[in-house]
């Protein structure tokens, strides 16, 4: 079964410190994996996935497969970035058919002025 | 504000009654997919729809059906079965199959 764990609930950072979300990911194949972004009062929203290798709003993730994580990053932290991110993985359809898309139960970052 | 509409924005439920949570898309998305949001427990997928006129259960589908008789539409009905059915919940729509998913902004059901 496919798993995906944020350890940590709650971050608090110092605006302008680094961040680091942390998400490690369980499953057997070739996972495909998401971070997903809810800012106050505002829809769930993509951030970003691994695929795309972009960096959205200063932040990036890399793929590490050797230690199954897929940690989110931002060198200098902004008071904007305080929400709610959800890491997810897809994968794929299972034996059965089933889609497959898992997300963990979210950490929520607060950056103090 | 188009793209994906839920509806009503919050519902309350009484013991024994069923009710149904509407999901709009105009995105021309093939996908659609029900989550539950409980606090501290995430997103867990409930039943989503790869295509019209199926659909197929997720991880707490008991309690729950869906229809999806129109491309753009994926009502889900909390049926008296669902022993705890106060929960946030969230309809989303992608392109395909493992694309970006959309959400809607959710509906909050309550039980007197």
Known sequence: ?113 | DGGITQSPKYLFRKEGQNVTLSCEQNLNHDAMYWYRQDPGQGLRLIYYSQIVNDFQKGDIAEGYSVSREKKESFPLTVTSAQKNPTAFYLCASSIGFNEKLFFGSGTQLSVL
């Open chain 1, 1 to 113: 079964a496919q798993r995906v764990t944020q350890p940590e609930k709650l971050l608090s950072v110092f605006k302008g410190a680094p961040v680091e979300l942390k998400c490690n990911y369980s499953y057997s194949g070739s996972p495909e994996l998401f971070w997903y972004v809810q800012y106050s009062r505002q829809r769930l929203q993509l951030l970003l996935r691994h695929i795309s290798r972009e960096s959205i709003k200063g932040f990036t993730a890399d793929l590490n497969k050797g230690e199954t994580s897929f940690h989110l990053k931002k060198p200098f932290a902004q008071e904007e970035d305080s929400a709610m991110y959800y890491c997810a993985l897809s994968g794929g359809y299972s034996g059965a058919g089933s889609y497959q898309l898992t997300f963990g139960k979210g950490t929520k970052l607060s950056v103090i002025p």
